[in-house]
């Protein structure tokens, strides 16, 4: 169970290694926009192989896996709605300047972002088996655009340093206690159950990425982006083989 924990922990800890290179290293826009572009298809490579193609499996015909899927979108857009009309639709936006007004958005909108993925890193060791390589290296680097291009917007609004890793080690803490959830929860829960689980994480990631970093990625990543995409989405797939 304590494992759990640990390794969402360790999929997050790139939100606190991008809030931090964005102290040190000055990137640019359109740089960061094919970062982004990257993990947006190490993710959609994730979905389809780690979870996708696993939830059909254990919902054995059952339908749990498809009802997961749109119930996760439509719980991640009813969320995102709320956190945008509250001010935390920009979360994400490169070169966007976060006041020190919008912290709370802010940091629901990521919390948001982050626990499904984060539950999926707990349900991957159920069973006895070890954490999905694949899941976690999906997780770890899709993190990182966010940081950066968050961290930049907070400290243009007049946040401290200080208080920006704060806010990115709060987010690390709580994503490894979604992960510990995902383990202790589910459990005991049946395959139909996982599989629903599994893909209502999925939607939710897909509408996230179509709603935010894809858009993102293309604005300030030109053309680049699709190219960048596809080799993100490559290297999950090459993770998921060898995992």
Not at 195 to 216: D, K, Q, R
Request: hydrophobic letters at 55%; a negative charge.
């Amino acid at each position: 169970m304590t494992s759990s924990f640990l390794w969402g922990i360790l999929a997050a800890s790139s939100l606190l290694i991008g809030g931090l290179l964005t102290f040190w290293i000055r990137i640019s826009n359109k740089v960061l926009g094919l970062i982004m572009a990257f993990g947006s298809g190490v993710l959609i490579s994730a979905v389809a192989f780690e979870l996708a193609h696993e939830s059909v499996e254990l919902s054995a015909g059952s339908g749990m896996a498809a009802l997961g899927l749109f119930t996760g979108a439509i719980v991640f857009f009813t969320g995102d709605w709320f956190i945008g009309h509250m001010g935390g639709h920009n979360r994400k936006s490169i070169g966007a300047s976060h006041g020190s007004e919008l912290g709370l958005p802010i940091t629901l909108g990521i919390v948001l972002d982050g626990i499904p993925e984060s539950i999926v890193i707990g349900l991957s060791l159920l069973g006895g088996h070890t954490v999905s390589f694949a899941m976690l290296i999906a997780v770890f680097i899709s993190n990182l655009p966010e940081a950066l291009a968050a961290t930049t917007g907070l400290a243009s609004g007049g946040w401290s340093r200080f208080r920006i890793m704060l806010l990115w080690l709060s987010v690390t803490l709580v994503s490894g206690v979604a992960a510990l959830a995902g383990f202790a929860l589910f459990e005991n829960a049946s395959n139909a159950t996982q599989a629903f689980i599994n893909m209502f994480a999925g939607g939710a990631i897909l509408v996230m990425l179509a709603n935010t970093m894809i858009p993102e990625a293309f604005e300030h990543g030109g053309k680049l982006a699709g190219l960048s995409t596809v080799m993100g989405f490559a290297l999950a797939i090459y993770f998921s083989m060898i995992s």
